[in-house]
């Protein structure tokens, strides 16, 4: 049960955002910006880093829900994820992409613990300025969230219907904040 | 902040929206959630600009705020702050660490939901600028003066308008 009394008809994130419109509007505009904005980086790619901060923080919420909308976005696949989450070091990803996400795996514990060997490989491995930029504020955006769930005891539904359902919505819909109030999620339960 | 405008300004609007506009927690309070989950982090850009803001808000000072950095539980501050503190540096290790008897106490001492919602949603936005200014390895400059110097205008002005310290 949440630590807050929060609507029952929404979940996780959702319920929080819908509790304080107030902080809720410049979390989404950033998180619309670094997930959705104009990137060299996929959107499949942030939303894996976004996945990994998440398993890394064990909130089931945010990483069941990006990691649905990882797979689901093109670039994106199930199996990628599930090789991320096991051994990062032997996954099949781009070079570039392992390095990033070896960035954001030290952002997670703590932003001191990335050297300058780490921002070294990811440049000799292709990446960009910009590009470690982004991974850094992705993976500290998702230190930010994971806690803000977790922290409020939000409610984490147990069907990956839900998942499927809501990696759907911020796949196709973005981070936005609706203009009226957040509408329950509508899926076929399993 | 200014390698990116465009996630500058969202970031800026967030802690406007956090720090500074409507809450229950006073500026000084939520300022002081802030520098010290930032002190927890060893973030010591944030922990020192924000605890020279905390300084110079109403019911503050410097000794106040190195009380906290020292040991919030014996910092002269109320019980309903030092409440809400222990709830931060649960959040600090973890949103999981938060447990119901954390918030039992907190509520003993007569804290809202939105006081709560407060706390946590300052704590983690905390836990995110640590690791953006560390993780990019950010010049920490060491001059007092040059905290203080934010700390006085950021109190006055909240954080939208452009830093003394660029002009």
Request: proline share 4%.
């Amino acid at each position: 049960m949440p630590h807050i009394a929060l609507r029952t008809d929404l979940f996780g994130i959702t319920s929080l955002l819908d509790y304080r419109r107030q902080t809720a509007g410049p979390l989404c505009e950033l998180t619309q910006l670094l997930l959705r904005g104009p990137s060299t980086l996929t959107e499949a790619e942030r939303e894996l880093i976004a996945t990994y901060v998440s398993y890394r923080n064990d909130c089931t919420f945010c990483r069941s829900a990006h990691g649905a909308a990882t797979c689901q976005l093109p670039g994106g696949s199930l199996e990628q994820l599930e090789a991320v989450q096991r051994e990062l070091s032997t996954a099949p990803a781009s070079k570039k992409m392992l390095t990033l996400l070896h960035i954001a795996g030290k952002v997670q514990q703590n932003g001191r613990f990335v050297t300058i060997e780490d921002a070294d490989a990811a440049r000799q491995a292709g990446a960009t300025d910009l590009e470690i930029h982004d991974t850094v504020l992705i993976a500290a955006l998702f230190c930010l969230y994971n806690r803000y769930v977790d922290g409020l005891a939000t409610v984490t539904p147990a069907d990956p219907a839900f998942y499927e359902a809501l990696g759907q919505r911020i796949s196709t819909r973005g981070y936005m904040m609706p203009a009226n109030e957040y509408q329950p999620l509508q899926y076929e339960k399993k | 902040m200014n390698f990116r405008p465009d996630a500058a300004l969202a970031l800026n609007m967030l802690v406007q929206a956090l720090l500074v506009d409507d809450s229950p927690l006073t500026r000084g309070e939520r300022e002081l959630i802030a520098t010290y989950v930032s002190s927890r982090n060893e973030c010591t850009f944030c922990m020192t600009s924000h605890g020279a803001i905390a300084a110079h808000l109403p019911g503050n000072d410097y000794d106040l705020v190195r009380a906290v950095w020292k040991d919030y539980r014996n910092a002269p501050i109320s019980e309903k702050m030092k409440s809400l503190l222990h709830i931060a540096g649960k959040v600090q290790q973890s949103g999981k660490a938060v447990s119901e008897a954390d918030i039992a106490a907190a509520r003993e001492q007569g804290v809202s939901d939105l006081e709560i919602h407060d706390t946590v949603l300052i704590a983690a936005t905390f836990c995110m600028f640590n690791r953006y200014v560390d993780g990019l390895g950010a010049t920490t400059p060491d001059d007092p003066a040059f905290y203080d110097l934010i700390g006085r205008q950021r109190a006055e002005e909240g954080y939208l308008t452009k830093s003394v310290i660029l002009k």
